[in-house]
C-alpha cells in the first residue's frame, strides 16, 4: 500500500488529439513503482479519432519508458546468442 501522493512526472498536450499526464506512485527505493496515466482524448465522433488519440497521447507521454523497454529487451535478446 501508498501512503504518499502520486508524484506529477510529466505532462503532454496537442490541439488535435488532447493532453496526458504521467504521475508515479510507490517507493523507488524497493522498486515497486507503477505509472499513473491520465489521458483526456478528444474523442468526437464526427472525427473517429477517440481510440487514436488515447494512443498517440499515451505513445508521446510515455516515449522515454518505451525506448528504454525496447533497448533493453534488445540488449538481452542479444545476450542470449553470445
Avoid: C
Avoid at 504521475?23 to 491520465?38: C, E, K, L, P, Q
Avoid at 473517429?48 to 538481452?76: C, F, P, T
Amino acid at each position: 500500500m501508498w501512503e504518499d501522493e502520486p508524484k506529477f512526472i510529466r505532462a503532454f498536450e496537442d490541439d488535435i488529439h488532447g493532453k496526458a499526464a504521467l504521475y508515479r506512485a510507490g517507493n523507488d527505493t524497493v522498486g515497486n513503482v507503477i505509472n499513473v496515466v491520465h489521458l483526456w482524448a478528444k474523442s468526437d465522433v464526427l472525427n473517429g479519432l477517440g481510440s487514436y488519440s488515447r494512443g498517440y497521447l499515451h505513445g508521446k507521454l510515455m516515449q522515454e519508458e518505451s525506448v528504454a523497454l525496447i533497448n533493453g529487451a534488445w540488449d538481452y535478446f542479444e545476450s542470449q546468442f553470445e
